[in-house]
């Protein structure tokens, strides 16, 4: 199957090298590009793409915007793609806000082209992107902004069994699934199995979005053991 993706990007250069690195790969197809939010949006909604790769700061329409324009979109729209959040660490705030939202992860625009590769591949996956150890040091920025739990979130963790919590908590300290499962002693597919329930019972679209949960609850706190 192949991965239908766009770029969207205020740089020219980046878009190019981006969409020449990507249609490079053979499970790739890059199916349109933008110079801002706005348009990406427009872009989107004509491409139907699985995977955006959206750039943070542009003008007209942020990355910011346009993300939630895709991910909460109007009455009749149905398509909903994968967002990619390319940035960098000046813009940790921002990110922190699209993963809310339901963006499925974030890469650094300077990363290895092989590591922009897989990134396309694993949110395509429907997986999120969230296993680099810089996500981890960004997410516990992200949390020093919010300290105080929300009581609508923490109220929500009591539909989780002992052994869910455990879980959701290894995730937002940023184990990946086989980290987990030796942490816990338990097999690999259980651990999705266990995350799976998680994410049905706590009504969240994927791994970036549990992490944040898990902070806003109190689950976790930076920098807590």
């Known amino acids: 199957m192949t991965i239908r993706v766009i770029i969207v990007d205020d740089q020219a250069m980046v878009r190019a090298g981006f969409a020449a690195l990507l249609a490079a790969q053979s499970d790739i197809d890059v199916v349109g590009e933008a110079p801002d939010g706005k348009q990406g949006v427009e872009v989107s909604r004509t491409t139907h793409p699985d995977v955006v790769l959206m750039d943070v700061r542009m003008p007209e329409m942020d990355g910011l915007a346009a993300a939630r324009a895709l991910l909460d979109p109007p009455p009749g729209v149905v398509h909903l793609p994968k967002v990619l959040m390319l940035t960098t660490f000046d813009a940790d705030d921002y990110v922190y806000e699209a993963l809310r939202i339901g963006a499925s992860g974030f890469l650094l625009k300077d990363a290895p082209p092989a590591d922009l590769i897989s990134a396309v591949r694993v949110v395509a996956s429907g997986e999120a992107l969230l296993a680099p150890s810089v996500t981890r040091r ?8 919010r300290p105080s739990p929300r009581k609508d979130q ?16 290894l995730i ?13 002693v338990l097999a690999e597919q259980t651990v999705k199995t266990h995350i799976g329930r998680v994410l049905n019972k706590l009504d969240l679209r994927d791994r970036a979005q549990a992490v944040i949960f898990a902070y806003e609850a109190g689950l976790v706190t930076p920098g807590g053991q």
């Not at 937002?172 to 816990?184: F, P, Y």
């Open 138 to 145: 960004l997410i516990a920025e992200f949390a020093k902004q």
């Open 154 to 169: 923490s109220l929500r963790l009591n539909g989780l069994t002992p052994r869910e919590t455990e879980v959701l908590v």
């Open 172 to 184: 937002a300290r940023g184990l990946s699934n086989q980290e987990i499962a030796e942490r816990l």
